[in-house]
Every structure is written in structure tokens, then in C-alpha cells.
């Protein structure tokens, strides 16, 4: 009887547990795309990926643009972002003459659905793709770099694997392994218990079809050929510790390491919401001068 409880009752167990996991982790990612501040002029895109799938964004070209920067937000975020800074981050980089191409990713915002929910970066690199081949039709000599937080950053790398057309780019706060860090949102958003959170995206892998290992982001950094990398870790991040930043710049030395300073405790724009991804608000006098010096390295002329 003890034998027929462990066999039939933790799978069934892991299978309800997924069955949650899966409603709290798709209600994460359908958050609403706010509208556009009225200075940015932001123009509403759609493509559609070699796999199907119809991709919502945001493109905005600067007066004399160096490159295009594809803006690629992180899991549970959408283009539309204000919490996390991102038109702020647009007009940074308007600012300093990158044109921006802001997407949602699958399953995200007001882009369609992807075949798995927990892909970690392998489909969504699609959506990556994607956008180059919406960039390069309308402008077939542009040069491209991708911004991207967790998630997004995964897309961009694994894009990077295959797609010698982005050039450079940037991470920020990305996951050395993706498993950890969707566990971590269900405890911090869902306030599961850490148990029943990996339970729940076991099931979710091996019970109901998401199965499909994780890309470990390191192990993809260390086999990546050197390019223009940075990568930015906030040092108090509760999401990606870190420890994992760590990893990804062991993994790849050449790759330059910006460690965003902990911000004071009474900060005001922790009552905003965390740490995550948002160094830009942060650091923003620090963030423009290393991100846009970053860029500048790899893409201004020298009359540029």
C-alpha cells in the first residue's frame, strides 16, 4: 500500500501541482501592454516567425541611427513595461541614435502562442530571428544588437548560436540555468512554497507536455564564439542571484561584467517593485554611459 501511494499518488500529486504552476506561470505572461507615452512615437509592428507564431512590437527609428537595438523583455514583461523602465530605456537609446525595435515575446503580451510555455530561451529565439528579418527587409544594410532581460537575453543567445547577423549584445540579469529561476517566480509571485514549485514544473516537463531540457545558459556561453557581450547582473537581484551572473562571465571571459551596485534599502523606487532587471532605473547615469559606450564600441564610425 505504501509502494502504490509513492507510485500513483506523487505523480499525481506533480500533476495537479503542474496544472497550477502552468495557470500561475501563463497568467504571469499575459500581463496588459500599457500604451506608449505620447513623446515617444512608437509605431505598432507585427511579423510572424518561421514556426507560426504572430509577433507584437513597438519600432522606432532614431534621426541617424547607428543600429537597430531589438528589445527583448523578460519572462512575465511585456513591451509596455513601465514598471520596468523600458520607455525610459527606449529613449536612453533613442537618445544616443539606436533605433529600437521593442517585441513581445511567445506567449507573452499581445504576441501569439508558442507550443511550450517553459522553453528558456530555444523557441523564443525564433522570435529573435524574427525581428532581424523584419529589420533587415526594410533596412537591408542596418547592423543590430539585442537587449535583452533574462529571458529575452536567453533568446538572444541562443539566436546568437546560429544568426551571425545580431552583432552584439546585452544582458541583463540573465539566468545561468532557467529552471531555478521559474521556480523562483513561483515563489516570489505565487508565494509557493519552494517544494511545490519544483514539483509543479516537474509536472509540467514530464507529465503535460513542456518536455524539453532547459538550455543551461552557461554551458551555451562557453561554446559561443567571442562577440561584443555585455553582460549586467544587478548584485541584490532575488531572481538571478549574483552567483549566476558569475557563472555566465566565467563561462565567457572575453564577455565584458557589469556589476550593478545594491541600491540603498530606503531607496524610492524599491516601492515600485524589486530589483529585477532594472538597472537601468537604478544606475541610469552609470547604465547610459556603460551600455551606450558598450554599443558605441561595436557600432559607431569614426565619424559617427
Do not use: C
Not at 548560436?161 to 549584445?169: M, N
Amino acid at each position: 500500500m505504501l509502494l502504490l501511494l509513492v507510485f500513483v499518488g506523487a505523480p499525481l500529486a506533480a500533476l495537479l501541482a503542474a496544472g497550477v504552476a502552468s495557470s500561475l506561470l501563463g497568467a504571469a505572461v499575459r500581463i496588459p501592454v500599457a500604451a506608449p507615452p505620447a513623446d515617444l512615437a512608437l509605431a505598432p509592428v507585427r511579423f510572424t516567425t518561421r514556426d507560426g507564431v504572430e509577433i507584437a512590437a513597438w519600432s522606432a527609428e532614431a534621426e541617424a541611427p547607428k543600429a537597430t537595438v531589438i528589445i527583448a523583455p523578460g519572462f512575465g514583461s511585456s513591451r509596455g513595461d513601465a514598471a520596468g523602465g523600458l520607455y525610459a530605456l527606449m529613449r536612453d537609446l533613442l537618445g544616443r541614435d539606436y533605433s529600437v525595435l521593442a517585441l513581445d515575446l511567445r506567449n507573452h503580451g499581445e504576441s501569439g502562442d508558442g507550443p511550450r510555455l517553459l522553453a528558456g530561451g530555444i523557441d523564443e529565439a525564433a522570435d529573435i530571428v524574427a525581428a532581424l528579418d523584419w529589420i533587415k527587409r526594410r533596412h537591408p544594410s542596418r547592423r543590430i544588437a539585442v537587449y535583452g532581460i533574462d529571458l529575452g537575453a536567453a533568446a538572444a543567445l541562443v539566436a546568437v548560436a546560429g544568426d551571425p547577423r545580431i552583432e552584439a549584445v546585452v544582458s541583463a540579469d540573465l539566468f545561468a540555468r532557467a529552471e531555478p529561476f521559474l521556480s523562483g517566480v513561483l515563489v516570489r509571485r505565487a508565494a509557493w512554497p519552494a517544494l511545490a514549485a519544483d514539483l509543479g514544473l516537474w509536472g509540467l516537463r514530464h507529465l503535460r507536455g513542456e518536455r524539453r531540457e532547459p538550455t543551461d545558459m552557461a554551458v551555451l556561453a562557453a561554446h559561443l564564439p567571442p562577440m561584443p557581450w555585455l553582460i549586467v547582473q544587478s548584485a541584490a537581484d532575488p531572481l538571478v542571484p549574483l552567483a549566476e551572473g558569475q557563472a555566465l562571465a566565467k563561462a565567457a571571459p572575453w564577455a565584458a561584467f557589469w556589476v550593478a551596485p545594491a541600491p540603498a534599502l530606503d531607496h524610492p523606487l524599491l516601492a515600485g517593485g524589486g530589483l529585477h532587471g532594472r538597472a537601468h532605473e537604478f544606475h541610469r547615469e552609470d547604465w547610459i554611459e556603460i551600455v551606450a559606450s558598450f554599443l558605441d564600441s561595436t557600432f559607431a564610425t569614426m565619424f559617427g
